[in-house]
């Protein structure tokens, strides 16, 4: 066996550790925090036949097409259709197009459409993943370091970014409104810095995942990275609400006259676990 020939499979290998990874975290951390289905895990390990098989990371958007169905229909037989392309184009959208209103509840819908105005770079599908990814949309939901809200917002971030948007005479992270067009401003402010740093060449990526990274670990680990970084958790965030487009876009239709569940995002540790 050649050294070429060696290196290559070696690096073959990390690639597809690196990959592998990737998806677990991402599927685990945005889309299936009801792991202990048995349906569930069974479809996760078909999930890991099909990522052998095509050889990409979207594995966790054909297990939800195998629950939900893709394409807006299913197919006979033994269970609905799954449009592979459908799919893996929305995790590769940029999130900026027509939202699918069926897949938020009810009373989120118009400030998430109202949310995705604030500013070009950032689309209501991306504020509706998001917000699948940080509090599968509880409102009330505190998480650690003082986060609070179906956003979760940094809590110096919600000052800087909060207002009284439902006008009720109080600016809180708990009140849904005020928390969503918070974090709609804060998104589309770390877009415009990403736009900066990319037109400089201090940091390279896509700019939508470079944004989304700046939300989960803060801009300046962006910065240091030069990048998504590959440690604090970023990149599996990053696939996690990429991972949410499909049902967002409409790529993904809901059983006829039924809406989405509710998908809860991983159990966060509490904060007697942390040092």
């Known amino acids: 066996m050649g050294e070429g020939k060696g290196g290559q499979s070696s690096q073959q290998k ?15 951390a945005g889309v299936f925090g009801c792991l202990f289905s048995p349906m569930i895990l069974l479809l996760l390990l078909v999930g890991v ?9 979207f594995w966790p958007l054909v297990i939800i097409c195998q629950i939900f169905g893709c394409g807006g229909g ?12 459908q799919v893996k184009v929305a995790f590769e959208s940029d999130g900026k197009g027509e939202l699918a209103e069926e897949a938020v509840p009810p009373e989120y819908r118009e400030v998430v459409k109202k949310a995705g ?11 509706a993943a998001q917000i699948t990814q ?21 809590p110096d971030k919600f000052d800087e970014f909060g207002e009284d948007e439902d006008d009720n005479d109080e ?21 415009k810095d990403i736009d900066a740093l ?26 240091q990275a030069k990048g998504v970084p590959q440690s604090g958790g970023a990149q599996s965030y ?10 967002y876009s409409g790529a993904i239709a809901p059983p006829e006259g039924e809406s989405y569940p509710t998908i809860s995002p991983m159990p966060k540790p509490s904060s007697s676990q942390d040092d």
Request: hydrophobic share 45%; with cysteine; glycine share 12%.
């Open 74 to 85: 299913g197919g006979g037989g033994d269970g609905p259709s799954v449009d592979e392309d």
């Open 238 to 247: 990053v696939f996690g609400v990429r991972t949410s487009f499909a049902m």
């Open 14 to 28: 990390q690639q597809s550790d690196t990959t592998t990874a990737l998806a677990v975290a991402g599927a685990g």
């Open 171 to 191: 600016t809180s992270a708990l009140d849904a409104e005020d928390s969503i067009m918070a974090q709609a401003k804060y998104m589309c402010s770390l877009a």
């Open 198 to 223: 990319v037109a400089n060449n201090e940091v390279k990526g896509a700019k939508l995942d470079l944004t989304l990274a700046a939300y989960s670990v803060g801009l300046d680990a962006v910065k």
């Open 134 to 154: 940080e509090s599968a949309w509880d409102p009330k939901l505190k998480g650690l370091d003082g986060k609070e809200g179906i956003s979760q917002l940094p």
């Open 117 to 127: 105005q604030e500013c070009d770079q950032i689309g209501a599908i991306v504020i």
């Open 49 to 57: 036949i099909v990522i052998c098989a095509i050889g990409v990371v």
